[in-house]
């Protein structure tokens, strides 16, 4: 099969419940996405054919007003940076940050955990090596997010996770 992206619905969900985040409870009225609090499923959220939410447009979310027969699929520069810079990945990554720090492991460990997390499959021994170099690593000054946060927020942000191969 030809590898596809998923649509922002299961990539948002899909985030959620990677960070431990998701909430699961059936049915319901719709919610605002745009709220910090908001961990329901995107199905739930409020469509709105005259505001549009900005997840949802920016990552091709059919246009409420018309009808298409499929979505189109756009890369654009303004995902990547919705992703480096959004409240709501770095909230994510907090949590998967912090969902892996419980665990009593070791970074090595951590790194394996956050893999077969978020990718299903086991991470490399090149993957693990870079990712302790990354958190053995000096941060630089100023940085808002810890070494352990940047880099849960790099696998999230990853095509792997983004893409069904």
């Known amino acids: ?6 649509e922002v619905e299961a990539w948002r969900d899909a985030m959620l419940a990677a960070a431990g985040t998701l909430d699961p409870a059936l ?5 605002d996405l ?4 908001n961990r329901r499923r995107t199905f739930y959220g409020a469509v709105s054919r005259h505001d549009l939410n900005p997840l949802l447009r920016l990552f091709d979310f059919p246009d409420p007003n018309i009808t298409a027969d499929k979505r189109p699929e756009t890369t654009v520069p303004l995902q990547q940076l919705f992703v480096l ?3 709501f990945m770095v909230r994510n990554a907090k949590a998967l940050a912090g969902s892996l720090a419980a665990a009593e492991a070791d970074d090595a460990d951590r ?5 077969v997390r978020l990718y299903g499959r086991p991470a490399t021994d090149r993957e ?7 958190l053995v690593s000096t941060p630089g000054d100023g940085e808002k997010l810890s070494r352990w946060e940047q880099y849960a927020q790099a ?4 095509n792997e996770f983004l893409y069904v191969d």
């Open 128 to 134: 693990v090596s870079l990712g302790l170099a990354f």
């Open 1 to 6: 099969m030809n590898r596809r992206r998923l």
């Open 155 to 158: 696998l999230l942000a990853a």
């Open 34 to 37: 745009s709220a910090p609090d």
């Open 111 to 115: 790194i394996r955990r956050a893999f």
């Open 85 to 87: 810079n959004s409240e």
């Open 27 to 31: 049915g319901g009225p719709s919610t």
